[in-house]
């Protein structure tokens, strides 16, 4: 390895907006990430000559001082092949549409389509973003994220002011997130409030939460009971107030003891329970046993409901539910109607 000299650089205006670990890894690449990660926290790397966290928004103007490092030796490295934008690929982008006002955007992911590039992911929506480039050349942004695994409502920006003012508004919890998820099994109670706090999985499952009451954060996550088929599945609505890494899913599996249907990765992968179904009423729907289920996550951000950062208009978006999850939710004799909202009496937590 070399070392590279101290550095001072000043954030563009196409960089404003974020994060400083992403930034970074753009515009350092020879640093390693977990070095990365090392010098933000000792306060080394700094902005406008103060410490940041590695979740920071930057703007444009700022200067970021990076100090003397190791270069890691990137000429071995396999390049990784870009990935090139298709006519298809501008198709799609614009099907998924559900709200653009010339500055805020939203889109109904699918299942199976990550936010954002890292590992093997090659085509994300992340790097699908330049299809949406406006006439003066402002691409969207994202706002928030949402799982691999997870479809429905994805939030995105145009111009830095909006970027940072919509951050601001998930940060403070004011903005109502509406999931609908099956559960295997039947929460005890009908409705409650959830509050585990969540921290990754110590040891090689680094792509893994848990609850962690020593280093987890805060995590709070309403949950209603809309229906439920015998004792064997549930659908619930879930108003995470806070938006920790896989949350729903967490709690759903550790705190509820009812793991998504379909969640490889918190025990739902066993699509269907080998029991019937006695709860000692009538139950005249399908037997879930004889249902061939959708091999994916159930899990589907449906409302997004914020007050808009500019215009001061209140703004409420729903992504309708992809066919695979309509399909079985119905055999299921679950019905999801997304003009009605279980948490519409509710206003944000401020």
């Not at 998930?170 to 039947?186: C, E, H, L, N």
């Not at 990754?200 to 009451?213: A, L, N, Q, R, W």
């Not at 409901?305 to 209140?314: A, E, I, L, N, V």
Request: hydrophobic content about 35%; glycine content about 8%.
């Amino acid at each position: 390895m070399t070392q590279h000299e101290v550095q001072n650089i000043e954030v563009g205006a196409g960089d404003d907006g974020q994060r400083l670990d992403r930034w970074l890894k753009k515009n350092v690449p020879d640093m390693p990430y977990g070095l990365i990660q090392k010098l933000v926290r000792k306060g080394a790397i700094r902005v406008n000559d103060k410490k940041s966290k590695t979740d920071s928004r930057l703007a444009q103007g700022q200067i970021v001082r990076i100090p003397v490092y190791e270069k890691a030796d990137m000429s071995n490295l396999p390049k990784k092949p870009s990935y090139k934008i298709t006519e298809d690929d501008r198709a799609f982008m614009e099907d998924i549409i559900l709200f653009d006002d010339g500055d805020i955007i939203a889109i109904n992911k699918p299942a199976g389509l990550a936010t954002q590039g890292g590992g093997e992911e090659r085509r994300h929506i992340d790097g699908l973003l330049p299809v949406l480039e406006n006439k003066n050349g402002l691409i969207p942004k994202l706002v928030h994220r949402l799982d691999k695994e997870t479809s429905g409502v994805l939030l995105l920006a145009r111009t830095p002011e909006s970027v940072r003012a919509l951050g601001e508004l998930f940060k403070r919890r004011d903005v109502r997130k509406t999931y609908y998820a099956v559960t295997i099994g039947v929460p005890q109670q009908r409705e409650g409030t959830i509050k585990a706090p969540i921290g990754k999985v110590k040891g090689p499952h680094k792509d893994k939460m848990t609850i962690d009451e020593e280093d987890g954060k805060y995590a709070e996550t309403d949950y209603i009971v809309m229906d439920k088929a015998g004792r064997d599945y549930a659908l619930v609505a879930f108003w995470p107030r806070t938006g920790r890494t896989h949350q729903i899913r967490v709690h759903c599996d550790l705190v509820l003891e009812c793991p998504i249907v379909g969640d490889r990765r918190y025990h739902g992968d066993k699509l269907v329970r080998e029991r019937h179904m006695h709860d000692g009423q009538n139950d005249d729907r399908a037997d879930i046993s004889a249902l061939s289920i959708a091999p994916r996550l159930h899990l589907h951000a449906a409302c997004l409901s914020f007050r808009h950062p500019q215009t001061g208009k209140d703004i409420d978006i729903r992504a309708y539910l992809p066919d695979t999850l309509k399909q079985n939710w119905n055999e299921m004799g679950f019905q999801v109607d997304l003009r009605l909202n279980p948490f519409d009496t509710e206003e944000p937590k401020r």
